[in-house]
């Protein structure tokens, strides 16, 4: 597991980052974490 893919659980499972997100609008974290997901694996 690539450092982003570890960051990109860490981000989901941390309470201020997925209340700072979903205050945005829910999902976001979801999504956010997917598009890092993403990143990660085509670098």
Known sequence: MTLTRRQ???YQE???FT???EAIA???TE???E???VFAERR
């Open 26 to 28: 829910p999902g976001l």
């Open 8 to 10: 990109t659980c860490l």
């Open 35 to 37: 598009a890092m997901r």
């Open 14 to 16: 941390h309470p201020e």
């Open 19 to 21: 209340a700072r997100y």
């Open 31 to 33: 999504y956010l974490a």
